[in-house]
């Protein structure tokens, strides 16, 4: 309602401040009737029609319209024109705008940047749509049925007001609606046979639904910024598609979440956001997805579905609960809390969300017995913590395992050990000082509570 609003006096102010060419319906249905409009008004300073404008049948040449701006009812085009040249400047249309059946080129709107209503593309065979200018849509937009187009870039638009299709268009491969945030009703993108590429993102909300079905190329979509979604929202029989886009924005899906048939699906892990659903969860007959273990969430509460949640037809561990459920037990396992999955984790026992590795041998830093020289087996014949690799090295000093200095100890077992006493450092702005895998130093001192709490500082040897 509020962009409705908003569009009618963004309309309205352009009316006030227009020359009026004519009033009423007019129709320019061959070349005679173009020439004679544009001899008529083409030289009075007007620039708007104040009704509706047909172009249509024979006419071919339209740069005598350059003049035009605004037309406050409809603006249909049929013509089989090879060009649209002169209708570049047409800035505002107040109702509807459809152009189909053309066959020439490019259906260059340049200049347009509002349309009241409706705006149709259909049915064409022009190879190229240039709508750069167009910001709003108040109710309707859709491209159906356009056989040679290949790209749609409209990263002016801003705001749909209802209704968005982009539909049986054979050939077209790539979408890019990089300022698009809102759709007042429903987003439905099917049956692209070619579309391999669909890029939403500044979409924030869908008020109704978003369905993504039949687009047999599709590999690459950008829905990052997506946060709420009005009813169900449908991925289906997308055989391109290997995983779910990222939603790390989306939370909340007033319907349900149905993906079916899409053949080489094999990762949903990005619906892990998503903490209400209002209606079913429904994954279908995609044969290669074996983990689903978001699910989880959904079953022990974490997140909530007030219906059903269903998974049949798909990979072993993501058909049925019986298997989902024990599957996800064992894989779903984070000894160390620090959010990273054992099975993925490179310190499984030593919190480590960083995951830094160093020396690059799977090994994180944290628990590297030589975390600057590569050592996967971790092997330490002496049981020391300092891994036979590095210390059998004559390049890399370890210390020494023992024959050191000895506080109340005659036989150290490193370079200073202390037995039946404390180490006392009543400076309070001292500490242990230790350098980390990466060169770096830190000086670790206490907190008010006990806990260690290092602090980086230049290292004292530079």
């Not at 046979?193 to 924030?204: D, E, H, Q, R």
């Not at 709420?228 to 924005?249: E, R």
């Not at 100890?409 to 702005?429: A, Q, R, Y």
């Amino acid at each position: 309602m509020k962009n409705t609003i908003l569009i009618s006096l963004l309309l309205f102010a352009q009316i006030a401040i227009s020359q009026v060419c004519a009033t009423g319906n007019i129709s320019l249905p061959n070349q005679a009737a173009v020439n004679t409009f544009v001899a008529t008004y083409g030289g009075t300073g007007c620039n708007t029609i104040n009704g509706s404008l047909i172009i249509g049948g024979s006419a071919t040449d339209f740069s005598g319209l350059s003049f035009l701006t605004t037309i406050t009812g409809n603006f249909t085009i049929t013509t089989s024109s090879i060009s649209l040249n002169g209708l570049q400047n047409i800035h505002t249309v107040g109702n509807n705008l459809e152009v189909t059946a053309y066959s020439g080129g490019t259906i260059n709107l340049a200049g347009l940047n509002t349309v009241g209503n409706s705006l149709w593309i259909h049915g064409n065979s022009a190879g190229a749509v240039n709508l750069t200018g167009l910001a709003t849509v108040g109710n309707y937009l859709d491209f159906d049925n356009n056989t040679n187009l290949t790209t749609l870039n409209l990263n002016a638009l801003t705001a749909v007001g209802h209704f968005f299709y982009i539909a049986a268009n054979p050939n077209l491969t790539t979408v890019n609606f990089n300022a698009l945030s809102t759709v007042g009703n429903y987003l439905n993108i099917n049956n692209n046979a070619s579309l391999n590429t669909l890029n939403l993102p500044a979409l924030s909300s869908v008020a109704a639904g978003l369905t993504l079905q039949n687009n047999g190329a599709l590999a690459t979509l950008e829905i990052s910024s997506l946060e709420t979604i009005g009813g169900d929202f449908n991925i289906n029989n997308n055989d391109a598609l290997t995983i779910l886009p990222s939603m790390a924005s989306l939370s909340y899906i007033n319907g349900s979440f149905i993906a079916i048939n899409n053949a080489l699906l094999v990762d949903i892990s990005s619906m892990e956001a998503i903490n209400y659903i209002k209606s079913n969860i429904i994954l279908q007959n995609n044969p290669l997805l074996d983990e689903c273990c978001v699910l989880i969430n959904f079953i022990n509460g974490t997140s909530h579905v007030d219906g059903s949640i269903s998974a049949f037809g798909n990979s072993t561990n993501c058909n049925y609960f019986s298997a989902i459920i024990p599957y996800c037990q064992n894989t779903q396992i984070d000894s160390d809390n620090d959010g990273i999955l054992d099975s993925q984790d490179n310190c499984p026992s030593s919190a480590n969300n960083d995951q830094l590795d160093t020396d690059a041998d799977g090994v994180g830093d944290v628990c590297d017995n030589c975390p600057t020289f590569a050592n996967a087996s971790q092997t330490d014949t002496n049981n020391d913590g300092v891994g036979d690799a590095c210390e059998n090295d004559p390049t890399t000093n370890t210390g020494s395992s023992g024959g050191g200095v000895g506080i109340n100890t005659t036989d150290p077992k490193s370079v200073l050990e202390v037995t039946d006493g404390d180490v006392f450092i009543n400076n309070l702005h001292r500490g242990i000082i230790m350098k980390s895998a990466a060169g770096k130093c830190f000086r670790f001192q206490t907190d008010d509570k006990g806990n260690l709490v290092g602090k980086e500082i230049t290292c004292p040897d530079n």
